[in-house]
């Protein structure tokens, strides 16, 4: 059984937090956490899969990793989404081989999490 969690990103002040509880207008595209004030964030949710550092992996992380279907892979970078086709996480984007193709999540091996959508500016 897969663990439901989420992180979000404050726009305000620019880091990432772990909400305790919250409620979130689909209508605004605003989070609301209880000890906090509304705040313009957006939600991100836990893909279940940690990378090769034991490190959780979240919708719009950027990656890198090879493409586990071929033998002697170069690493490939994409930033992870949720593909509401397939309900299934996805590498969108990818830098490498397979420019700006989309491939499931499952199919990479040897992640690592280069940072995310929010943090990494040139992505």
């Given at each position: 059984m897969?663990?439901?969690?989420?992180?979000a990103?404050?726009f305000?002040?620019?880091?990432?937090?772990?909400p305790?509880e919250?409620?979130?207008?689909f209508?605004i595209n605003?989070?609301?956490q209880?000890d906090?004030?509304?705040?313009?964030?957006v939600?991100m949710?836990?893909t279940?899969l940690?990378?090769k550092n034991?490190?959780?992996?979240?919708?719009?992380?950027?990656i890198?990793?090879?493409?586990a279907l071929f033998?002697?892979?170069p690493?490939?970078?994409?930033i992870?989404k949720?593909d509401?086709?397939?309900l299934s996480?996805?590498?969108?984007?990818?830098k490498?081989l397979y420019?700006?193709n989309?491939?499931?999540l499952?199919?990479?091996?040897?992640i690592?999490?280069?940072?995310?959508?929010?943090?990494v500016?040139n992505?």
């Amino acid at each position: 059984m897969r663990e439901i969690k989420f992180r979000a990103w404050d726009f305000e002040r620019k880091e990432m937090f772990i909400p305790d509880e919250f409620v979130f207008d689909f209508n605004i595209n605003s989070l609301y956490q209880i000890d906090r004030m509304a705040i313009e964030s957006v939600l991100m949710q836990y893909t279940g899969l940690k990378d090769k550092n034991n490190k959780e992996i979240y919708e719009d992380d950027i990656i890198e990793g090879e493409w586990a279907l071929f033998y002697a892979q170069p690493k490939v970078r994409g930033i992870i989404k949720f593909d509401e086709n397939t309900l299934s996480f996805i590498v969108k984007g990818i830098k490498g081989l397979y420019k700006n193709n989309l491939m499931p999540l499952f199919q990479f091996k040897n992640i690592s999490i280069i940072g995310n959508r929010y943090e990494v500016s040139n992505y």
